[in-house]
């Protein structure tokens, strides 16, 4: 996202936050009822693996589910996960919290599982180390030039053509046309050229975009160099694009050894950082990268690649260190641009395409979804929006899947034990995010509404979508559109604090648990029309 000023007194701007690993080995209860796919079938095929990557895409984008990613991070190569009833979960996991687990979410797992996701619903708790929590689905959009090298990689993994741009080249992009609304920038195997690709600089500093590229575009991209005027100033300045390797710009050690310049890697490679994210794959990669024009990456003679750059897959037995190069051989990569953690994230994979049904194209495909999912994620977790509050001084520390109703520092909604209608004191409240949202109509909100947990779990279940029905109904009949505002019950499975079944608790905390939730979401085309 984008830096945004709204004209009026209340503003909206865009800030950005560091980059590190969120969430990493935190270990957490997950309760029965959740579902839990398992990425570590073999062997791996398009349909028990990447397939996966399609219904998580789906359950972010449409379903409005957030999603656990289970990573080890003690795990050695296709180590254990955790273990479950005998069962060894590999390559991470995904789990939808039993919270999000309706009739409706019920029957789209299954048309999935028919397909060939391979999963099960836990019929007992179990503590797992949780990497992250999902909630946005990646926008992709595909080199115009070349992006037809990409299109299978999506095909394959069932994600849909409104996710990339489709078949056809005029739904893609040039780098120049890159904007807030694009998450991911794919250039397989191009010949970029400075003057039309420089805006690769800005989009990912300005916008966190991430940028993944293959084959020799990857050198090409590493070694250009041109004068590129910096965001939101009048000034130029000399860069170079070597998101990944260092070097001064411009200075002949900078860069990458240019593909005709270096011979080809000489499998077995070597397959790094078995916890990292990007790295969840079963098996060995190699085979993917044995074809095209550039099939590994060489820093220049003295040049070193960025101590941020992680790199997964390896060549220590490249045949021309150390003749022409000094630093490691690698088949992918990526880390922040310029090392700079204020940045989005690049990924390199050598290759003129990772694309077939072998299992080390699914390990290669799984490492560019992998890679595609968490870069969403940091990005998200980047941007942080500014708002001014009801007195018109700047809130900090606002983000897209924050409560909106915090972010005004208004007072908690909350509701009488067993009741359903809207208290008069919280008037007030919804009358505020009513008023904010007809301010600003890029605005979005996901209703959630809760219970205590008095009564039983499928009562309250029904009360808590009673609660969403009322406050649904309180600010669309304030003039806010239905299209801009969902919502769904939880009932009593997210409490606020240890108030649960047969607690001795005040009722004081079991009014904390009684409430509705605004979680605050963008229309990004909207918001794309107001950039100032």
């Given amino acids: ?48 693996s990447l397939q996966a990557y399609g219904l998580l895409y789906n359950l972010l984008k449409n379903k409005k589910i957030e999603v656990k990613w289970i990573i080890n991070p003690q795990k050695e190569k296709d180590g254990v996960d955790f273990t ?45 180390p949780v990497f992250t929590s999902l909630s946005v689905a990646p926008r992709w959009t595909l080199d115009r030039e070349n992006g037809y090298i990409a299109v299978p990689f999506f095909k394959a993994a069932a994600i849909p053509e ?14 120049e046309d890159l904007g807030v609304c694009d998450d991911i920038f794919v250039m397989p195997h191009a010949d970029p050229a400075f003057s039309t690709h420089k805006n690769l600089y800005n989009w990912n500093s300005k916008y966190k975009g991430a940028i993944w590229a293959g084959c020799h575009a990857v ?25 990944l390797s260092s070097g001064f710009p411009g200075a002949q050690s900078a860069g990458l050894i240019p593909y005709k310049k270096h011979r ?58 150390p003749e022409i190069a000094e630093d490691t051989a690698v088949v992918a990569a990526y880390g922040p641009a310029f090392g700079n953690p204020e940045n989005g994230l690049v990924m390199y994979q050598a290759g003129h395409s990772i694309y077939d049904k072998e299992p080390s194209n699914i390990a ?126 939880y009932g009593e499975t997210e409490l606020l604090n240890n108030c649960g079944n047969n607690s001795n608790c005040p009722e004081t905390g079991h009014e904390e648990n009684r409430r509705s939730e605004f979680i605050l979401a963008i229309d990004c085309d909207i918001y794309a029309k107001n950039e100032f």
């Avoid at 919290?97 to 708790?125: F, H, Q």
């Avoid at 409104?162 to 040039?174: I, M, T």
């Avoid at 050198?219 to 998101?243: A, M, Y």
């Fill in 1 to 48: 996202m984008g830096q945004y000023f709204i004209r009026s007194i209340v503003f909206l701007s865009l800030l950005f936050s560091g980059y590190h690993c969120f969430g990493q080995g935190t270990e957490q209860v997950i309760a029965p009822g959740a579902y839990v796919i398992n990425m570590g079938s073999k062997p791996q095929t398009a349909e028990n």
């Fill in 84 to 128: 479950y009833k005998d069962t060894d979960f590999k390559g991470s996991v995904f789990i939808i919290p039993v919270s999000y687990i309706t009739e409706d979410i019920k029957n789209l797992i299954a048309a999935w599982e028919e397909k060939g996701i391979v999963g099960i619903y836990l019929e007992e708790a179990i503590r797992v």
């Fill in 162 to 175: 409104e996710a990339y741009g489709g078949n056809s080249s005029k739904n893609w992009k040039s780098p």
């Fill in 219 to 243: 050198s090409i991209l590493e070694n250009l160099t041109g004068n590129i005027k910096l965001k939101e100033s009048d000034s130029t300045e000399f860069v170079q694009l070597n998101f």
């Fill in 264 to 321: 080809h890697g000489t499998p077995p490679y070597q397959n790094l950082l078995p916890a990292d994210p990007v790295a969840q794959y079963i098996g060995s990669p190699d085979a993917a990268h044995l074809n095209g024009s550039e099939r590994i990456f060489l820093p220049k003679k003295i040049n070193r690649w960025r101590k941020e750059t992680k790199k997964i897959v390896i060549d220590e037995d490249a045949p021309d260190i």
């Fill in 364 to 489: 290669a495909l799984r490492a560019f979804f992998n890679w595609s999912f968490y870069a969403t994620d940091i990005k998200r977790r980047k941007n942080v929006l500014e708002f001014g509050n009801l007195e018109g001084r700047p809130v900090l520390d606002a983000k897209v899947g924050d409560d909106l109703a915090g972010i005004l520092r208004l007072k908690p909604i909350h509701f009488d034990l067993d009741k359903a209608e809207i208290r008069k004191s919280d008037t007030q409240a919804l009358d505020s995010i009513a008023t904010f949202m007809k301010t600003h109509p890029e605005l979005l909100l996901d209703i959630r509404s809760h219970t205590d947990s008095r009564a039983n779990d499928s009562y309250n279940m029904q009360l808590s979508e009673r609660r969403v029905e009322a406050t649904f109904k309180y600010l669309t009949e304030k003039g806010i559109s239905k299209d801009r505002i969902t919502g769904r019950g």
